[in-house]
């Protein structure tokens, strides 16, 4: 038997007695479910291969419009998740993706971007770059959910706010610092931002120290925040006040009017949206758990959802009263190891060489010893794949597809852990420090769909396989909120976690690996910050140039192991077939003020 089809064999052994453990909490409809034996009619039917597996390339991201939009109509969107939504319903301030699924129905930015994420002309501003400066003018029917309108001052207030030494957000980085003044602003030693000029009502200047590749793809801040409410309120507690949590505003298609903390929004729509007035007269947001979205999505509870749980499609390909719809995903999932801690005062990452993952052996060894393929195709069915680099294929100009990352190798992980000095000293079978001390390393993974425990357990096991102890904190998954707040915070209980991270349109990875707040592993090193720097470089203009420089950067971090990425992630989402005028992604040319329904009622699954 070749080593290949033996860490299969191991797997499927794995993860049948993972299946069968975390079937024994749920009722016997789940557990019918996960085994219905139906899965080679389906998979014949709905596009998968001899194998069982899917491929994203296979779908389409807009939704295909059968029959007329009604005048009016409801509309109910899924939030799907296993947590309440945190309520921070302002860019702003928000840091939590579910919040910023709420906050797309009644707010947006001021610039909109093609496909290939360049921003256009197109949005509720234009803009024009003349050497370092960026005038951005504001259309005149932009108007704030109370009437008044979205003005100059506004844009320049929001940049005032993420700049003032007492903004709690995460916000505030190299974005904000490449503004001219905004370091003297922040530090206190100026009390206004000098590269930001107020020209007129409506039009607003701001100079950078450097202009970048990213400048134009993702780099530009493009919310303001409504200077005639917030004013008033001290920075210190804009996030928690009622004009973020109870009584948010904002100039999108719709208007927010009812809020039942952590579980649904309802909107209705605005009459004065500067697109053009939406089609439907309401929308509601709520949170659908991961366990009943099929439910939910088969009785026409929900319209469409935030997206599907991927190891669940291949159970409902076929759902007869909705259309999938599929995308590459702008994020990937990754495990991330605690390498120091965030200095708020001196806004810097402090690397810590004594910490307990410091060694890079140990590190490396912890990547080659998971299966990502193994995990991908049996518990995602190719809706997600193995992951190699952290910079993902939803940017294929910059992901490199040469670097094989770190492949599935137990016997190099053996190796790397006997090299650094990890021994089993007491026979146990489990590996001790390099100085002979017991070696646990406590593993924070978030909750979720019916997969979460199980992937989570995997990993473990697979860790234990080499000789590593490793145990979830506190005995248990987290949910959303809570992961995100210890992680943050670098709980010292926490040695590794497994995360997800959204990539945004902008490429530059210096928000989440760079000298930010963002970056929770807390390292950096010079060759990565120089690599960094180049990316974003009067050089880096030259696509070729910036290309080689990420690939370096690519293959730097494979060596170092700060992180390591799992698996690359598509969003599939089922859309009631009563819908029309929905797209998914980015650069559909569809808006949110055209989407509408055929008819009063949502179609039901017979």
């Not at 099929?294 to 026409?300: A, D, F, H, K, Y």
């Not at 890079?360 to 193994?374: C, T």
């Not at 390591?564 to 029309?580: A, D, E, K, Q």
Request: aromatic fraction near 10%; include cysteine; proline fraction near 5%.
């Amino acid at each position: 038997m070749t080593k290949t089809s033996l860490s299969k064999l191991l797997f499927a052994i794995m993860l049948v007695m993972l299946l069968a453990l975390a079937a024994c909490g749920g009722d016997d409809s789940e557990s019918e479910n996960a085994d219905s034996g139906n899965n080679d009619s389906t998979n014949e039917e709905s596009g998968a291969d001899e194998e069982g597996l899917f491929s994203i390339d296979d779908f389409s991201n807009i939704k295909t419009n059968e029959g007329e939009a009604i005048d009016g109509g409801s509309f109910t969107y899924g939030l799907v998740s296993d947590t309440a939504f945190e309520g921070t319903l302002n860019w702003n301030f928000y840091s939590g993706n579910p919040d910023a699924e709420i906050i797309q129905w009644f707010d947006e930015p001021l610039l909109t971007w093609d496909e290939t994420y360049v921003y256009t002309q197109d949005g509720a501003a234009t803009y024009e770059l003349d050497g370092n400066t960026v005038t951005f003018t504001i259309r005149d029917n932009v108007n704030w959910h109370d009437g008044e309108p979205v003005t100059a001052e506004d844009f320049a207030f929001a940049h005032e706010v993420i700049g003032h030494p007492d903004y709690d957000g995460i916000r505030y980085g190299t974005d904000f610092t490449n503004i001219e003044g905004m370091e003297a602003y922040h530090e206190g030693e100026a009390d206004s931002i000098s590269g930001i000029e107020v020209i007129d009502e409506k039009t607003i200047a701001i100079t950078y120290k450097e202009v970048t590749p990213s400048l134009l793809s993702g780099s530009l801040w493009t919310y303001p925040l409504a200077k005639h409410i917030f004013e008033d309120i001290p920075v210190a507690e804009m996030s928690s006040s009622d004009a973020v949590r109870k009584n948010p505003i904002g100039f999108g298609p719709f208007e927010v009017d009812e809020i039942v903390p952590g579980e649904s929004v309802t909107f209705t729509k605005n009459e004065d949206y500067w697109r053009g007035e939406p089609n439907l007269d309401e929308v509601t947001v709520k949170v659908v758990s991961p366990t009943t979205v099929v439910n939910e999505l088969e009785s026409g509870g929900v319209d469409t959802v935030s997206s599907f749980p991927t190891d669940q499609y291949p159970d409902n390909a076929d759902l007869e009263n909705v259309e999938f719809l599929g995308n590459v995903d702008r994020a990937f999932t990754y495990m991330g190891f605690k390498l120091g801690t965030w200095d708020a005062d001196a806004g810097e990452v402090v690397p810590d060489p004594n910490a307990k993952m410091a060694n890079k052996n140990l590190r490396q060894a912890m990547w080659h010893a998971v299966d990502n393929d193994a995990v991908a195709d049996n518990f995602y069915h190719g809706l997600r794949w193995n992951a190699t680099t952290l910079i993902p294929p939803s940017h294929p100009e910059f992901h490199d597809e040469s670097n094989p990352g770190r492949t599935y190798d137990v016997d190099k992980a053996n190796e790397l852990l006997d090299e650094a000095g990890y021994e089993d000293v007491d026979g146990d079978g489990m590996r001790e420090n390099p100085e002979g001390e017991e070696l646990v390393i406590n593993f924070a993974s978030m909750s979720g769909g019916d997969t979460a425990e199980p992937i989570a357990n995997y990993y473990i096991q697979s860790w234990e396989n080499v000789g590593l102890k490793v145990e979830l904190v506190d005995g248990r998954l987290m949910e959303f909120n809570s992961f995100y707040d210890r992680v943050e915070a670098d709980d010292p209980d926490i040695d590794i976690y497994q995360g997800a991270w959204g990539v945004g349109i902008d490429i530059d990875p210096r928000s989440l690996w760079g000298n930010s707040v963002s970056n929770y592993t807390r390292w950096t090193s010079e060759e990565s910050e120089r690599l960094l720097a180049e990316g974003v470089s009067d050089a880096a203009f030259d696509l070729e140039y910036r290309q080689e420089v990420y690939n370096e950067w690519q293959e730097l971090m494979v060596e170092e192991v700060p992180a390591f990425p799992t698996l690359y992630r598509s969003v599939v989402v089922p859309v009631n077939n009563r819908v029309v005028n929905y797209g998914i992604g980015d650069g559909t040319g569809i808006y949110l003020n055209e989407l509408g329904v055929t008819q009063e009622d949502p179609i039901v699954a017979e």
